[in-house]
């Protein structure tokens, strides 16, 4: 199984807005296994089809110590939400940046898992951080979009250099 590459920030492919799953093909459960691997060997908590420029609903998340909780999103929708809380978050596509993001405390989702069977899912504390952070990924949103004018600014010029500089 192979590791995916990982769209790298600013890409415009990182803006494209993911379509429903309308079937778990055989196709669809390849991704979603390959992402897994990506995710896992990155390492990461969390990862969005858009990141490995697949432009489809589906989220893996796994915010356990162990690596052993993979959590599988297709069609992800926010039922509901409340409260707000600022965590310092990151992102495979933005490597080495890190910064506070302000988002909903508690959230509700609904999904499909890699079976198609719909769920509803309550989180809290990094695992709602998580979910919105890559929900925010189907919709074409990176993190550092959340920050200001100047500190997206900052962090183009601070990628591209170490682009120019990697190859
Ligand atoms: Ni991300």
């Known amino acids: 199984m192979p590791i995916l590459p990982i769209l790298q920030y600013p890409d415009d492919r990182l803006h494209k807005v993911a ?4 079937s778990i093909s055989g196709e669809v459960l390849k991704l979603i296994s390959d992402m897994a ?14 990141q490995v420029d697949v432009h489809l609903q589906i989220i893996v ?3 356990s110590e162990t690596h052993n909780d993979l ?5 992800p929708e926010l039922v509901y ?5 600022k965590y310092e978050e990151g992102c495979l596509s933005v490597p080495g940046i890190y910064d506070l993001v302000q988002r909903a ?3 509700e989702i609904r999904a499909l898992n890699a079976q198609g069977e719909k769920f509803a899912l309550k989180a809290e504390g990094i695992l709602s951080v998580c979910i919105q ?5 189907l919709k074409g949103i990176v993190f550092v979009e959340h920050l200001s004018h100047l500190k997206q600014v900052r962090i183009r010029s601070k990628l591209k250099k170490r682009l120019r500089e990697t190859f």
């Open 61 to 63: 998340i796994d915010v």
């Open 81 to 85: 939400s409340e409260g707000e809380n």
């Open 37 to 50: 691997e990506t995710m896992y060997a990155a390492p990461g908590i969390g990862l969005a089809a858009t």
């Open 19 to 22: 379509k429903k799953v309308d």
């Open 71 to 75: 959590q599988v999103l297709i069609n």
């Open 133 to 137: 952070h890559e929900m925010d990924h």
């Open 105 to 107: 405390e508690k959230i």
